[in-house]
């Protein structure tokens, strides 16, 4: 009964580290989604996928890279942290069908911090 | 482009009814959504509705669809403190290669004071 589940839950890096956030979904979802919250700018997708060996880019791509080799796992890649990335990172999932109404299920997040 | 608007904040007292609006752009959406987000935590489905209905009620929540307007709008009536969080609204899209992809408002909100 996990759901979504993203580690690390913080992060601290100095500018110019890399780091890899991962997602994991129980759910045999086939979409999962990488989004930044910043204070006053909602939620912002950075890029998503809509199935195993897929990604696209979402709204605010540069700075990151993803992977999804399998399906239930979908990870997030900094190669080179600057501040401007200091976030709260979330993972979603979901069917992908725009019929069934089943919506997105979301991660507890992850607090990263660029120094 | 797709937008979801909503108003950033709003306060109301323990017991009073909230009204949290939402406008959306694509009139294709087969599905909108209501999320909470509590403090420090992700986001929650909190309720959604079919693009075919007007309105739809669970317990304390009553959730409003004008379609003609694009108007989304979430009632919770018997507001309690716990009720306190950031309420987003979502609409689907149904094109294109982002086919399933939601679309979020910036959020509001809600603060109930005792």
Redesign the interface.
């Given at each position: 009964n996990a759901g979504v589940t993203q580690t690390p839950k913080f992060r601290v890096l100095k500018t110019g580290q890399s780091m890899t956030l991962l997602c994991a979904q129980d759910m045999n979802h086939e979409y999962m989604y990488w989004y930044r919250q910043d204070p006053g700018m909602g939620l912002r997708l950075i890029h998503y996928s809509v199935g195993e060996g897929t990604t696209a880019k979402g709204e605010v791509p540069d700075g990151y890279n993803v992977s999804r080799l399998k399906k239930q796992n979908f990870l997030l890649g900094l190669e080179s942290a600057a501040p401007s990335q200091t976030s709260v990172y979330f993972c979603a999932s979901s069917y992908g069908d725009v019929l069934g109404g089943y919506g997105y299920t979301f991660g507890s997040g992850t607090r990263l911090t660029v120094v | 482009g797709e937008d979801v608007e909503q108003s950033?904040f709003l306060s109301v007292r323990e017991g009073d009814s909230s009204v949290i609006n939402c406008t959306y752009t694509d009139s294709s959406s087969?599905?909108l959504?209501w999320?909470k987000q509590e403090p420090?935590?992700?986001?929650?489905?909190l309720t959604?509705i079919?693009s075919n209905m007007d309105m739809k009620q669970d317990q304390r929540l009553t959730v409003l669809l004008n379609k003609k307007d694009k108007h989304l709008s979430l009632r919770i009536a018997d507001t309690q403190t716990g009720d306190s969080a950031i309420y987003?609204c979502?609409e689907?899209?149904?094109y294109g290669?982002s086919?399933?992809?939601?679309i979020?408002?910036?959020?509001t909100k809600l603060s109930v004071k005792p």
């Open positions: - | 950033l087969t599905y959504y999320y420090g935590a992700g986001l929650q489905l959604y079919f987003f979502a689907t899209l149904n290669g086919q399933g992809n939601l979020f408002g910036k959020g």
